[in-house]
């Protein structure tokens, strides 16, 4: 898997696969504990950077270079502007308008500011050849990036349908270097994500791209609001082209700016044969697309756009800015007012597009029937299909498994299957008694253990105030404390039963677990045991006593005889030392 442009976080990443969800084309992969996007599958739509919960996918798009191209009065920095802005940066209230984020762009070292709606005014006309020339059975708009991609990967049979014309910011550049020269830098500004790897992939066109989300970060860094901005002197001549083509964002925008370009031509909403068509939103042109392979459709001119609502509704608009039917309003607006017809530039704007395939390794039917299997699903009547993991049916989630870009365990149903059968079984087998109470001290839980000591079924257990089977004063003490008791000798029912019980505390349920182990037979062993013991010391003790008796008696006389021997002995001694006597 080749890095992409979109990272993920490890350590935010909570596996809650609602990315997956809304990933259209499933570049996601979960496998070993790691969520990746697979660059090389990937369109770059950009839902999962909004839609994760945890904040845990970020774009990688480092605007260093820019930063020091701005920074350089030898380089000369044109900013190609999304016509969008105008939806985004024009609150009456916050005193914000069209007119003060251009200020404000030059104020952060740009040699000019521009529309990119320039570019699109280009394209439109590019488009008014294709349906002059009627040579395509169907014309397919190029503006997307994301869309251009998935035709590409996805749906390459229908590469011949796309319009072999540059995406306006690629028009715009293009112009700009023709008039200011090569080494002019452009720096596309706007909403799009796949705008970035468009323009990686285009370096003779463009330079760069800053997010709406990075500019407006790079403007509170610097200190400067897009609000009340004075003009600059760089502003200070011509003012800025107003093409209609400024309706590029909304919704049946790029219909609206061809249908004006070609409107002599015009009967009944046709022109030279082609019907008109807007697309929005990836999931409704992934449909269109499917239709226009099995060959459904007519002779048409189709604009595509992947985002729902237009680029007015883009992934990288701020969040806070973000209003797609007020900016699409004010986009509206903002392209009626005074608009003007330009005259073509003379820059060469043709672009083909060629197919980008995928591995096509497929699994055969048996293969996904083992891995379906493996999950509990032998049959396709097991085959939920909920979408839980992220895939649409079970059988995609095998093929994903299939091609390393899923686990087993992601699928709810099937580990929701294992616990609870884990959970009985270890209910049902475990020698130990469980027993689980509420606040109440009423049993929400009584496993087969318990049942067989207790002479009550579950069904009646459950529901049974604690105190009715067993004293509950351990239990209560628990919920007072929400301290555990860990290994406590104990007495059930009678003191013929000893136990050894833990009660644990679960915040979450508010309720004690008991683990209750019986441990009268070790008990009796060792009462046994102990009273084996001290007959064994009291008979030792006897013995002692007795051997004490006998030491007792063997002394005495033995000192009665060895005082009689000692006088003896003496006297014996003196008799011989008398005798060698002289005298």
Not at 313 to 324: C, D, K, M, S, W
Request: include cysteine; charge should be negative.
């Amino acid at each position: 898997m080749g890095m992409g442009y979109i990272r993920v976080k490890e350590a935010n990443c909570k596996n809650c696969y609602k990315c997956l969800k809304h990933c259209d084309v499933k570049s996601i992969s979960y496998i070993n504990d790691r969520v990746e996007v697979i660059a090389e599958q990937c369109i770059l739509c950009g839902h999962c950077v909004n839609v994760c919960p945890q904040k845990a996918k970020t774009v990688v798009n480092d605007i260093a270079d820019i930063l020091g191209w701005l920074a350089d009065p030898s380089v000369r920095v044109v900013a190609s502007l999304a016509p969008s802005y105008a939806g985004l940066y024009a609150d009456a209230e916050k005193g914000e308008s069209a007119a003060a984020l251009r200020r404000a762009l030059y104020r952060l070292g740009f040699d000019a500011v521009e529309e990119t709606a320039v570019g699109a005014s280009e394209v439109t006309a590019e488009y008014k050849r294709l349906l002059d020339e009627g040579t395509m059975d169907c014309i397919l708009t190029t503006c997307c990036p994301t869309v251009n991609s998935l035709i590409t990967k996805y749906y390459p049979s229908l590469i011949p349908y796309m319009a072999p014309v540059v995406s306006p910011v690629l028009a715009h550049g293009r112009m700009i270097k023709a008039r200011d020269g090569a080494g002019t830098r452009v720096v596309f500004i706007g909403p799009c994500l796949s705008k970035i790897k468009e323009i990686d992939d285009h370096p003779e066109s463009a330079d760069g791209v800053i997010t709406f989300r990075q500019l407006d970060a790079l403007l509170a860094e610097r200190g400067i609001a897009p609000a009340g901005q004075e003009p600059a002197q760089a502003e200070e001549g011509p003012g800025l082209p107003t093409p209609f083509s400024r309706i590029y964002p909304v919704p049946e925008g790029i219909v609206r700016d061809v249908k004006l370009n070609a409107h002599k031509g015009f009967a009944s909403g046709s022109y030279n044969g082609y019907s008109f068509l807007s697309v929005c939103g990836l999931e409704n042109v992934m449909a269109f697309l499917k239709e226009l392979q099995d060959g459904n459709c007519g002779r048409l001119f189709v604009e595509l756009n992947s985002c729902d609502g237009g680029c007015v509704n883009g992934p990288l608009i701020p969040e806070e800015r973000r209003a797609a039917f007020r900016a699409r309003l004010s986009v509206e607006k903002y392209a009626a007012d005074q608009f003007e017809e330009l005259e073509r530039a003379d820059a060469d704007l043709s672009l083909q597009f060629l197919p980008e395939p995928l591995p096509e390794d497929e699994p055969d039917e048996k293969t996904i029937r083992k891995i379906l299997t493996e999950i509990g699903k032998p049959t396709p009547d097991k085959e939920l299909n909920c979408g839980s993991c992220g895939y649409n049916t079970c059988r995609d989630k095998a093929i994903a498994v299939y091609h390393g870009k899923a686990e087993l365990y992601m699928c709810l149903p099937y580990m929701i299957d294992l616990s609870q059968s884990l959970s009985n079984v270890t209910l049902s087998v475990t020698p130990n008694y469980i027993i689980a109470v509420d606040r109440d001290l009423r049993i929400v839980e009584f496993n087969q253990a318990a049942q067989k000591k207790f002479g009550i079924s579950r069904k009646e257990a459950v529901k049974t105030d604690l105190f009715e089977i067993m004293d509950p004063e351990d239990f209560q003490e628990v919920f007072d404390t929400h301290r555990n008791i860990v290994n406590k000798k104990a007495h059930l029912q009678s003191k013929e039963t000893v136990v050894e019980e833990t009660l644990m505390y679960v915040p979450e349920q508010e309720i004690v677990i008991g683990f209750f182990t019986d441990v009268t037979e070790e008990e009796q062993r060792k009462e046994a045991a102990r009273r084996a013991r001290l007959e064994a010391a009291e008979m030792a003790q006897k013995v002692i006593d007795k051997q004490m008796t006998v030491a007792q008696e063997i002394a005495s006389l033995l000192g009665e005889t060895t005082a009689e021997t000692k006088v003896t002995l003496v006297n014996l001694k003196k008799q011989m030392l008398n005798e060698g006597d002289p005298s």
